[in-house]
């Protein structure tokens, strides 16, 4: 076993990872500046719940501060893209130099039409690549209509309650045929082919991993590809974790534990991942040959329930001593902090988390509950206060509204008063 760090050295080596162990820029943020994180961070993952913001918008603001929104819109679906859709730890805007590797490691076919009668599926698969084949991206209710299918008999409620067209597209898109161009307003994936999203060098038939697939031993360069593309992602995560154990570096994109860990041992016969204990904790764990271990982390940050500093709850707890679960899935009366929680981290440690909603129709950000961690510093109430001011300002609401609940939530309601009344 190599070097021993203690607990906080590893947190700041987590977070600084992460990008989240520096004050946040003063200035304006560009394009540059978001792409740069979007390539530390390796993935950010895509929700649907949009009672705050959606969640992919979230990790930018984290690290960043208040920026453009747009700037996602335009790496995300304008060429040469920096960031497209597949999946990762769940539906997420990849890296498109991960498409590849991905591909031959995602399983993800309950999503899509696997249980569906091949013949229906093969017909409906065939007419979908025909017609974006021949024109623009289109939403699944869009080529619903282009290619003339009509559900019968009653639906099954099966997964989403999507119709079969929905389905195959699902299904294409796991098999990485079809991607994502674009959302529409109302977050709809706009689908076409995959080769149309791809920069140009990562087409099929230019990667060089689809090129060793296609040899005359295909068997054998098969296993070899996945075994490469496996290390270049377990490189990846190491990469964005700054340290973790096995199960924390598979985590991060949705890997199989099992094969990662050859992986693993790989990188570090290498000398990419190196071995190191830290104290008090039990089993291996592995450092990025790069990583970097500040002297201390002063950032701040809320952070989104499906931010990748919080992706591995056990780690999470682990380095913060912070027991965390989403509770969007819990019923109202079960749950114990509230539906939208955002853990929120103060220099070296997670000091609070708060039940936010973005009230648009009243103009307001509104905190729904405030809960303190044991030991928070007596400034945790005005620095999330100061927090929560430039969030709601990124948002365009007029103002902090703090409810009664939770044991910050009346330090809150101070500090926040305080700090609109000396605007």
């Not at 040469?80 to 130099?97: D, G, L, N, Q, T």
């Not at 990662?260 to 592995?286: K, N, S």
């Amino acid at each position: 076993m190599g070097a021993a760090l203690s607990l906080p050295q590893a947190r700041r080596i987590a977070l600084a990872a992460q990008g989240l162990s520096k004050v946040r820029p003063t200035g304006p943020v560009d394009a540059r500046a978001v792409g740069r994180t979007f390539a530390r961070l390796q993935l950010v993952q895509i929700d649907s719940v949009n009672v705050l913001a959606r969640s992919h918008y979230l990790p930018f603001f984290s690290r960043l501060g208040g920026y453009d929104r747009s700037i996602l819109e335009r790496l995300s679906a304008r060429s040469p893209r920096k960031m497209m859709e597949y999946w990762a730890h769940e539906a997420s805007f990849i890296r498109p130099e991960h498409f590849a590797d991905l591909r031959l490691w995602q399983n993800r076919t309950w999503v899509g039409a696997s249980a569906m009668e091949p013949a229906l599926k093969e017909s409906l698969a065939a007419s979908i690549l025909d017609v974006l084949d021949g024109g623009p991206p289109r939403t699944a209710r869009q080529l619903t209509d282009a290619v003339g299918h009509q559900e019968t008999g009653a639906k099954d409620q099966w997964g989403w309650n999507w119709n079969a067209v929905k389905r195959v597209l699902e299904d294409l898109f796991e098999q990485g045929v079809v991607s994502a161009a674009s959302r529409s307003e109302q977050f709809e994936r706009r689908y076409t082919l995959t080769g149309r999203v791809l920069p140009p060098a990562l087409r099929a038939g230019e990667d060089p991993l689809d090129a060793g697939l296609q040899a005359p031993d295909g068997a054998a360069a098969r296993e070899a590809g996945r075994g490469a593309a496996m290390r270049r992602l377990i490189e990846a995560s190491a990469r964005a974790h700054g340290i973790g154990t096995v199960r924390c570096l598979a985590d991060y994109f949705r890997l199989p534990v099992r094969a990662a860990a050859t992986a693993v041992a790989e990188l570090v016969d290498q000398q990419v991942l190196l071995p190191v204990e830290v104290r008090g904790w039990d089993g291996p764990h592995y450092l990025h040959q790069a990583a970097a271990m500040p002297r201390k982390a002063a950032g701040r940050a809320l952070l989104s329930p499906f931010d990748s500093m919080v992706f591995e709850r056990r780690r999470l707890e682990r380095l913060f001593g912070f027991h965390y679960r989403i509770e969007i899935y819990t019923p109202e009366p079960k749950r114990r902090f509230g539906y939208y929680v955002l853990p929120f981290l103060l220099g070296e440690d997670m000091v609070a988390r708060v039940d936010l909603k973005a009230d648009r129709a009243a103009k307001v950000l509104r905190v729904r509950g405030a809960y303190a961690e044991p030991g928070a510093p007596a400034s945790t109430a005005a620095e999330l206060a100061a927090e929560l001011a430039e969030m709601a300002l990124w948002l365009d609401l007029d103002a902090v509204v703090v409810d009664d609940r939770g044991d910050l939530a009346a330090a809150l309601q101070r500090e926040s008063a305080a700090m609109g009344a000396g605007r």
